[in-house]
């Protein structure tokens, strides 16, 4: 096959060294990733397979046909290669191209006319090249990846698994390395609207769901974070080597709602390795509490439901505390009016808004809550043991 008047396949080979030069010096200009790599490795590995890639486009125009598998090998093995380099899988294919491109330029400039047979077919070659290996390089580029994928995750899972159970992280032979200190994290994760879907559908919005909160999570430190979550919640442990301001663990929580188009209601505590089990019991207990007292979404901390908190545990107490609110108890209106006269700050008015009732039937109902249960939200002492009450049902 002649182009330009002479031999394409022996004026290509002839061309190798340099113009394999050529392709290196614009993967470092136009491939930042390609840049990056050390010298030793582009005028090494590097250049060995853009001279091979080149060599194996003159055989296959030369003897007119496909490449073999065997001539593929090498690409498979330099694409396993950048795979576990962490080189993406985009910036590879680009430099095949960038490289096709080139060698292309070189066999036909000066082309005539009258080989206008041979140019095309040249072309029919070079595209049945570019297609075999673009497909070996996919191939083995993302089955490498799948098991240092696979690999990671394994390690992850058992040093999350190591941190929940207390056991000693330090000593561990193999895998990823504790963090100086953990994010502790419990999520309870709201239903997403395509989760109500028939067939199939449920289960992608699902993990669809799942996958953007732990997206949301990794960025956060910028590394994995450690999760066992399912389409409810769950746990995760994101590494940090210095405490994060608290709003910015509020804004994470916020914003991994929003792009999951859920609600997410959390506890949060930073703590050492060894602390972890505790700080997941503890966020567990917050989680449920906050669901309990019908509090919103968002991340909360011990400081934020202390009462509700001390409360909840045993106590002979407990039961008194709750029965001081039995009157109320054929009297859901009144009760109801009694969390909403607290939360609004004992604002009858606000109150009044929040009911959709007159300020005074807010007074009337509070003297009836007084006369029912000889407590007052308007006395000092008698509106610290309401308070502890009406914890105290919602807890016991």
Not at 166 to 189: K, S
Not at 205 to 220: E, G, H, N, P, T
């Amino acid at each position: 096959m002649r182009i330009a008047g002479r031999p394409a396949a022996a004026y290509l080979r002839a061309r190798v060294p340099a113009l394999a030069r050529r392709v290196l010096a614009r993967l470092r200009d136009e491939l930042p990733v390609y840049a990056e790599l050390p010298v030793e490795e582009l005028t090494g590995d590097i250049a060995d397979i853009v001279q091979h890639n080149l060599r194996l486009f003159a055989d296959v125009i030369e003897h007119r046909r496909p490449a073999t598998d065997a001539e593929l090998e090498q690409q498979r093995d330099s694409a396993a290669q950048r795979a576990e380099e962490g080189v993406p899988l985009d910036a590879i294919l680009t430099a095949y191209q960038i490289g096709t491109a080139m060698c292309w330029q070189e066999i036909s400039a000066g082309a005539r006319a009258e080989e206008l047979a041979g140019v095309q077919e040249a072309v029919r070659r070079i595209m049945v090249l570019q297609r075999q290996l673009t497909a070996a390089v996919s191939g083995a580029y993302l089955e490498a990846r799948q098991i240092l994928d696979s690999q990671e995750h394994g390690g992850r899972h058992a040093l999350l698994a190591a941190l929940l159970a207390g056991e000693p992280v330090d000593a561990r032979p193999a895998g990823p390395r504790p963090a100086a200190l953990y994010v502790a994290l419990t999520l309870a994760l709201g239903a997403h609207p395509d989760e109500s879907l028939s067939g199939p559908g449920a289960g992608i919005a699902s993990q669809r769901k799942i996958r953007r909160v732990r997206s949301v999570l990794d960025r956060f430190t910028g590394a994995p974070a450690l999760t066992a979550l399912d389409s409810s919640g769950g746990t995760a442990l994101l590494p940090v080597g210095e405490v994060p301001p608290w709003p910015d663990l509020c804004r994470l929580v916020v914003q991994a709602g929003e792009l999951a188009g859920i609600a997410v209601t959390a506890a949060a505590d930073v703590v050492a390795p060894g602390a972890v089990p505790d700080a997941v019991a503890r966020n567990a207990e917050i989680v449920e509490l906050v669901r309990r007292t019908g509090r919103g979404p968002g991340l909360y901390r011990l400081g934020d439901v202390l009462l509700d908190y001390q409360l909840s545990r045993p106590s002979a107490a407990l039961g008194p505390l709750a029965a001081l609110l039995g009157p109320l108890e054929s009297k859901p209106e009144l009760l109801h009016t009694l969390r909403v006269f607290l939360d609004h700050g004992l604002d009858r008015r606000a109150t009044a808004v929040a009911l959709h009732v007159h300020p005074n039937t807010v007074d009337y109902r509070i003297r009836r809550i007084d006369r029912l249960t000889g407590l007052s939200p308007g006395r000092a002492g008698d509106l610290q043991l309401i308070a502890a009450a009406l914890v105290a049902r919602t807890v016991s």
